[in-house]
């Protein structure tokens, strides 16, 4: 079993900046793609960004220069630095990660999510 946790998510001015982290814990396990998705209130989780074990990297056209994804594989961690926030970046962010336990086949983990509201 691996488990993901998000940290990070705050009340933000417009035009602020925050650093969403996600870290997995577990034993015998090994991540590919990571990626962060956001679900707003009435919305449908959304991608936000996506990065492979590699370092590419592919992001949803509204966040296109002012978010930033990134890993350290050696901590088995995601980012995503966020700059330049609107208030309709305002949604519960979520972190998800394809993995591998053993000899298991990959599985799809999501962490529980954590709030990021944009507001003056």
């Known amino acids: 079993q691996v488990q993901l946790v998000e940290s990070g998510g705050d009340l933000v001015q417009p035009g602020g900046s925050l650093r969403l982290s996600c870290a997995a814990s577990?034993?015998?396990?090994?991540?590919?793609?990571m990626a962060w998705y956001r679900q707003a209130p009435g919305n449908q989780r959304e991608l936000v960004a996506f990065i492979t074990r590699g370092g590419s990297t592919n992001y949803a056209e509204p966040v296109k220069g002012r978010f930033t994804i990134s890993r350290d594989n050696a901590k088995n961690t995601v980012y995503l630095q966020m700059n330049s926030l609107k208030p309709e970046d305002t949604a519960v962010y979520y972190c998800n990660a394809d993995v591998t336990v053993g000899p298991t086949p990959r599985v799809n983990y999501w962490g529980q999510g954590t709030q990021v509201t944009v507001s003056s």
């Open positions: 577990g034993s015998s396990f090994f991540i590919y793609g």
